[in-house]
């Protein structure tokens, strides 16, 4: 088992910056594939930004390329997510994953992901 906390989250002015953090404990975080997702109201859950395990490949939504930066420090056992230049579409709840497979991340295979966090709240004002 893999448990996941988010933090981080909060309200910030259109324009302005918000680092998330996942911390994990349990097995050995550095063998899983990480994913930052994303959910507002109404909407589907839908992936922001993806890591593989040994930090070689990422992925990234197409809304969110050039201001989020995924990152990982195996170390700490803690994911990152550092989003800058914020929009208000991009306000949601924001879930911390961990899969085995870094496809099903990617691919958004949300009932195939092993491991969610409890989800943080980013509410980003006009």
Excluded at 51 to 79: E, M, P, Q
Aim: charged content about 15%.
């Amino acid at each position: 088992q893999v448990q996941l906390v988010e933090s981080g989250g909060g309200l910030v002015q259109a324009g302005g910056s918000l680092r998330l953090s996942c911390a994990a404990s349990g097995r050995t975080f550095s063998n899983y594939n990480v994913g930052w997702f994303r959910q507002a109201p109404g909407n589907e859950r839908d992936v922001v930004a993806a890591l593989n395990w040994n930090g070689d490949s990422t992925y990234y939504a197409d809304s969110v390329k050039g201001r989020f930066t995924i990152s990982r420090d195996n170390a700490k056992s803690t994911v990152y997510l550092q989003m800058n230049n914020l929009k208000p579409e991009d306000t949601a709840v924001y879930y911390c994953a961990a899969d085995g497979r870094f496809s099903d991340i990617v691919r958004r295979l949300l009932t195939s992901i092993a491991y969610w966090g409890q989800g943080t709240q980013v509410t980003v004002s006009s």
